[in-house]
């Protein structure tokens, strides 16, 4: 159904959460290191404020994309089961 426009907004949320997950995992990765090279060096306020801060841009990135990827594959999971004549169980 390539002109079913559910299906293609489904796709197009698909490639936000994508999008979202890259971002929000590297923004965490960032986040590790500068705690990291903060640990090493000895925190002051600036490298402990941009560890809280990109902490939670990541997890703000994170949350709604990895629960909207699922619910992407929960979707066509449950067209393919009903494409295939199986109710969703």
Known sequence: ????PV????????RWTLLAN???????????ALFIIA???G????????VVVSLVV??????PSIVLGYAVKAAD??????AAGNPPS
Do not use: I
């Open 1 to 4: 159904m390539p002109g079913d």
């Open 43 to 50: 925190f002051s306020s600036g490298l402990a404020g941009a």
């Open 39 to 41: 640990f090493a060096v």
């Open 58 to 63: 990541s997890f703000v990135l994170l949350a």
């Open 22 to 32: 890259r971002v929000g995992y590297l923004v965490l990765a960032f986040s590790v």
């Open 7 to 14: 299906v293609r907004r489904r796709r197009a949320v698909e």
């Open 77 to 82: 999971r449950e067209d393919a089961e009903r």
